[in-house]
């Protein structure tokens, strides 16, 4: 229900049905949403990036990747993204956030492996600190799939100060990241 709607609904004295009206969650209230796409150019592999007003940024997986798009069940997440470097092995201490590893904005975060043979690397899309990967996907890896902006997230990463505003500049804003939706929809009919 717009808010349109429930003024005039009060205007004319009717009850208002506030069970239809929901708060917002958490990640609409506090943070904003940007956006990377077809990442190492593979077509669609989106990635979002929630920043906070503290400049912590949340990421997770697009609503447009492969991954969410069709609904793919996710064997297993491997955070191990090379022979050496294994991402659940990141320790931060300290208000510094001392010992994170450092990220570029192409390090890979982890390796999602689909029940259909297709594997999908997850990058951190922004230069910084990680200060934390989500662990429950381990347990619970199609958490991406169900709820890919709360308890779905990847990792928790934080930019250098000062670098917030460059980052969110190199990254698409949610108008921008509808209209290329919408481009790419438009592109792949048939004319």
């Known amino acids: ?8 609904q009060l205007a004319l004295g009717m009850s208002l049905d506030l069970s239809a009206v929901s708060p917002p969650s958490v990640t609409e209230r506090y943070y904003t949403p940007f956006y990377l ?4 150019g593979k077509p669609c592999e989106d990635q979002c990036v929630l920043f906070h007003s503290n400049r912590i940024c949340v990421i997770t997986i697009a609503l447009s990747h492969p991954i969410v798009k069709h609904k793919k069940k996710i064997d297993n997440v491997d955070f191990q993204v090379s022979g050496q470097t294994n991402r659940l092995e990141n320790k931060v201490s300290g208000k510094g956030k001392r010992g994170g590893q450092w990220l570029v904005d192409i390090s890979p975060l982890c390796v999602a492996h689909c029940e259909d043979g297709s594997e999908h690397v997850l990058y951190s899309c922004v230069r910084g600190k990680l ?9 619970d890896p199609n958490l991406l799939i169900n709820k890919p902006e709360a308890e779905g997230y990847i990792a928790i990463v934080l930019p250098k100060l000062g670098q917030s505003e460059s980052l969110k500049k190199s990254l698409l804003t949610k108008q921008q990241y509808d209209n290329k939706l919408l481009e790419r929809e438009k592109n792949a009919k048939p004319d």
Not at 37 to 40: A, F, H, N, R
Not at 131 to 139: H, T
Request: charged share 50%; proline share 0%; net charge negative.
């Open 1 to 8: 229900m717009s808010d349109e709607e429930v003024e005039d």
């Open 37 to 40: 796409t077809d990442i190492k």
């Open 131 to 139: 200060i934390e990967v989500n662990d429950r996907l381990i347990d």
